[in-house]
């Protein structure tokens, strides 16, 4: 079974609208769950990270995610989309399972429209 | 702030040639990785690197890789006798721990392979 799934390869918003992106893990023991951004020839920087404190995380950029143990989900979200937000995203979760090596999501293309 | 960084950008090599891929960790991190990202694919584990040897490998490192820190600063990656198959992103990242502790991330070189 995949680690970690992404539901949709490709979002499109328009700018000033809200950012949905989805990501469902799969795992046995007790994950920490990531979600880094790529943009155009560049690293991969960390927004946010989930690693057994709060369920409601908030990141950089006015990103957060919420950790739903019932649903295995961990949805990235933004109130309102920038232009600056047209990325890769990646969803990344990390197991006892894995040895602790990051799995990552094959990750959603967001697109912002003016 | 400190960065992970890698060098060169990008890198052009014909199908049988060595390559050598550099990598500068955080200075205080512990635990390096490289990951690959081949174009239009999601970023694959190739292997992790603690206390001078290899604590975990993925299939895709097999015997034409070899991962050395030459001295206290340098992480490097090689790849023995390169196919077009090895063309992708080359990601380098460190971490200051394991589980919970997010990678940090260089910029990646471009390996083209020809």
């Known amino acids: 079974a995949q680690s970690v799934t992404q539901l949709d390869s490709h979002v499109s918003v328009s700018e000033g609208t809200p950012v949905l992106l989805r990501c469902n893990y799969s795992s046995s023991y007790s994950p920490s769950l990531f979600w880094y951004v790529q943009h155009p020839n560049k690293g991969l920087q960390l927004l946010l990270k989930y690693t057994s404190a709060a369920t409601l995380v908030k990141g950089i950029n006015g990103f957060e995610a919420e950790f739903k143990k019932s649903e295995t989900s961990f949805h990235l979200t933004k109130p309102s989309a920038h232009m600056s937000d047209a990325a890769e995203y990646f969803c990344?979760?990390?197991?006892?399972?894995?040895?602790?090596?990051?799995?990552f999501g094959a990750g959603t293309r967001l697109t912002v429209k003016p | 702030e400190p960065e992970v960084t890698q060098t060169p950008s990008h890198q052009v090599t014909q199908m049988g040639q060595e390559v050598i891929l550099r990598c500068v960790p955080i200075?205080?991190?512990?635990?390096f990785y490289w990951y690959r990202q081949i174009l239009g694919q999601k970023v694959e584990f190739l292997v992790s690197f603690y206390n001078n040897e290899i604590s975990e490998k993925s299939e895709i490192f097999d015997d034409q890789f070899s991962v050395e820190r030459p001295d206290g600063s340098n992480f490097t990656l090689k790849i023995r006798s390169t196919k077009l198959e090895d063309s992708a992103m080359y990601f380098c990242a460190s971490s200051p721990g394991t589980g919970n502790s997010p990678l940090h991330f260089g910029n990646g070189t471009r390996l083209t392979v020809t």
């Open positions: 200075s205080n991190h512990l635990y």
């Open positions: 990344v979760v990390t197991a006892q399972e894995y040895n602790n090596d990051m799995r």
